[in-house]
């Protein structure tokens, strides 16, 4: 299938990518949110020596600094889909830089929840697995993380002599 005329295809397939991306932006903060609640729901609930797990300090660190990662992942995804909708000149390269971002603050987000569930994150009986399949999926459709450094490093001319 053509797209455009020849030699002409490559604004549209550029604006492909980068619906797709703020799209798969969206989802993975989604579950990004949707996993961080639960988390904490259960770091409420949880006791462990009397007190509920998210009392100790190194689960409280922990996910402050999800929180964060997760606040920051809500902030790029909005402001790449406000620039793609708005079909802004910059719309590529936050898109990818969102992408790239998301990608690896999703994983990150997933892992550290994991921390905080402990032993039953590893049954099948509990959802976490979905999500963390959702977000490792997610992190590499439309490109990986890396993909979309470079494409950011091109858009921008940088690494030219």
Request: hydrophobic letters at 45%; charged letters at 20%; proline letters at 2%.
């Amino acid at each position: 299938m053509l797209v455009g005329a020849s030699g002409q295809g490559r604004p549209a397939l550029e604006r492909q990518l980068d619906l797709a991306c703020v799209l798969t932006c969206a989802e993975s903060v989604g579950a990004m949110d949707v996993l961080f609640d639960t988390t904490v729901d259960y770091a409420k609930a949880r006791t462990a020596f009397g007190r509920p797990i998210g009392s100790f300090q190194a689960v409280k660190h922990l996910l402050a600094d999800t929180a964060m990662r997760l606040e920051q992942s809500k902030a790029l995804a909005v402001a790449a889909t406000r620039a793609v909708d708005a079909q802004d000149p910059d719309a590529s390269g936050l898109a990818s830089m969102a992408k790239a971002f998301i990608a690896e603050a999703g994983i990150e987000l997933a892992h550290n929840c994991w921390q905080a569930f402990g032993g039953i994150a590893y049954t099948w009986e509990h959802d976490f697995h979905l999500f963390l399949r959702r977000l490792t999926l997610d992190a590499t459709l439309y490109g990986d993380a890396t993909f979309h450094y470079e494409r950011v490093c091109v858009l921008n001319h940088l690494g030219e002599d």
